[in-house]
């Protein structure tokens, strides 16, 4: 058996298993979710990003609650619409510009009074000369993600994208 640098497909399960256990600790029972801070409201949220491929970015987005009251009886959750925009810089191989615009929906489940996670999916329309594709493809979208919330109001995010990468952001 020889060591050797894990390739980037088996980097990228170990970050998800990691995050994926991460989520799985933050858990508690339902009686613990009903002391979770949810923020009501519209959430505006900025964000720095570390693509796949060593790509540096920025972007935001405007988190808009459509079923505030979410699908679980006596559980705080919510289902939100997430549409927002990011810029990434190429690094390694490809120096490069590309962005996105996108549309995820966003299912919230506010589990500690401090701690909320969300799975997303959308589409995105990607522009520029990412990753060697087309100047302008449509994605989908995949994400895992969570908040720590230290007020009513804010939160560091933590978000794992797919195709974009790792995203760390506060929304305000």
Excluded: C
């Excluded at 256990?21 to 505006?44: D, F, H, K, N």
């Excluded at 996105?100 to 995105?124: M, R, T």
């Excluded at 520029?128 to 009513?152: E, I, T």
Aim: aromatic content about 12%; overall charge negative.
């Amino acid at each position: 058996m020889s060591l050797t640098t894990p390739k980037r497909s088996q980097l990228h399960a170990l970050i998800f298993a990691g995050a994926s256990a991460l989520m799985a600790w933050l858990t508690p029972g339902i009686g613990a979710a009903q002391e979770s801070r949810m923020i009501e409201g519209v959430r505006p949220e900025l964000h720095l990003g570390i693509g796949w491929h060593g790509d540096l970015g920025f972007g935001g987005r405007v988190d808009v609650p459509v079923v505030p009251s979410g699908f679980i009886d006596g559980f705080n959750d919510e289902l939100a619409l997430s549409p927002g925009g990011d810029l990434y810089f190429g690094g390694g191989k490809n120096d490069n510009l590309y962005g996105d615009a996108l549309l995820a929906v966003q299912w919230n489940l506010y589990l500690k009074p401090e701690w909320s996670v969300f799975p997303e999916i959308g589409l995105a329309f990607i522009f520029g000369d990412g990753g060697g594709r087309d100047r302008l493809h449509l994605s989908p979208v995949f994400a895992l993600g969570g908040r720590y919330h230290w007020s009513s109001r804010n939160s560091f995010v933590l978000r794992m994208v797919w195709p974009f990468g790792l995203q760390l952001g506060i929304t305000f």
